[in-house]
């Protein structure tokens, strides 16, 4: 069984900052990508950032400059580090992460976690 845990959201005024953090603990043999995405009330779910298992990162263009993907694969933990935070980053952020739970499969599949809310004031 795989589980992971978000933590890190609550609510900050504008050009404040907030550390989100992901663990992935369980049965895992390796994770390739990890990565959040972001959903507003009526508004779709998109892809924040992600960050590859050689470390490459993918930021969505409305973050760029602002928010940081990293990660610790000694801990199986990806965190985002959100500074100069605006009120359109409001939104529930859900982590993910793509990983093969032992050696002997080849597929990779996407676990996510619990979401946390992040809301930014003006």
């Known amino acids: 069984q795989v589980q992971l845990v978000e933590s890190g959201g609550g609510s900050v005024q504008a050009e404040g900052s907030l550390r989100l953090s992901c663990a992935a603990s369980?049965?895992?043999?390796?994770?390739?990508?990890m990565g959040w995405y972001r959903q507003a009330p009526g508004k779709q779910r998109e892809l924040v950032a992600d960050i590859g298992g050689d470390s490459t990162t993918n930021y969505v263009d409305s973050v760029k400059g602002r928010f940081t993907i990293s990660r610790d694969n000694a801990k199986n933990t990806a965190y985002l580090q959100m500074n100069n935070l605006k009120p359109e980053d409001t939104a529930v952020y859900y982590c993910y992460a793509d990983l093969r739970r032992d050696s002997g499969r080849t597929t990779f599949y996407r676990y996510w976690g619990q979401g946390t809310q992040v809301t930014v004031s003006s």
């Open positions: 369980g049965s895992i043999f390796v994770i390739n990508v």
